[in-house]
């Protein structure tokens, strides 16, 4: 079997052939009588799969232009950053049921979160003060309810043992899988294009987890 297209070739095998050039890669499990023994035999085969790999970069490029299907996250780390972050949030949240400070609620406020009782001014000081607690107290819910949803994406990413030996492309594709709860993927044989496709849906899961934080959701 030859590899001849993005729909086949597995990722890692890909990334062999790209980053070494040894296009003898492409043959998966040749049988005996197909394998060259003349000079001649082996130029053509050496033809043929440079015209397939050609044709397999070509089909690869829309990928390599898509910024989204480059951006790899290190998952853990951007859960545990969020969480960091959302650690902040909780600090300000308890400052502000005591006291008044503007450069926390600018510091909430560039995390997205609103403020209803800054659009007041012409409402009495006891009307704009309500508005304020309520306003702090909508903060308080949003950060319990993203640290829960960060607590369940935590239970889903893998443990790596040390002893292991994986390798960072490895130590990806089990994270994503875990993350988009599709469960375990060979990554010896994980094609080009279902990698990308993984990727992809697990960016836009982690997008969607901030972006319904901001938004109150």
Avoid: C
């Avoid at 980053?19 to 005996?32: A, C, E, I, P």
């Avoid at 060259?36 to 015209?51: A, G, I, R, Y």
């Avoid at 607590?151 to 899988?177: A, G, N």
């Amino acid at each position: 079997m030859i590899y001849n297209s993005i729909d086949t070739i597995p990722m890692k095998v890909y990334l062999m052939v790209e980053t070494s050039g040894h296009l003898q890669f492409l043959v998966n499990d040749q049988n005996k009588e197909d394998i060259p023994t003349t000079q001649e035999e082996m130029d053509l085969q050496e033809s043929e799969l440079k015209l397939i790999w050609e044709h397999i970069s070509a089909e690869a490029e829309k990928y390599s232009t898509n910024k989204e299907s480059k951006k790899i996250l290190n998952l853990s780390t951007k859960v545990e950053a969020l969480s960091a972050r959302n650690e902040s949030v909780q600090l300000a949240v308890h400052y502000l049921k005591t006291l008044y400070d503007e450069d926390l609620i600018e510091m909430l406020q560039g995390f997205g979160y609103r403020f209803k009782h800054k659009n007041m001014k012409n409402e009495t000081p006891r009307a704009i003060e309500r508005q304020f607690n309520r306003d702090v107290e909508k903060v308080e819910r949003e950060m319990i309810a993203l640290e829960i949803r960060l607590e369940q994406f935590r239970k889903k990413l893998p443990v790596i043992d040390e002893d292991q030996k994986l390798t960072p492309f490895d130590q990806t594709v089990m994270s994503y899988s875990a993350f988009t709860k599709l469960g375990f993927i060979d990554t010896n044989e994980i094609t080009f294009t279902q990698y990308h496709s993984l990727i992809a849906n697990g960016n836009e899961m982690m997008t969607a987890m901030e972006k319904n934080n901001r938004n109150g959701k």
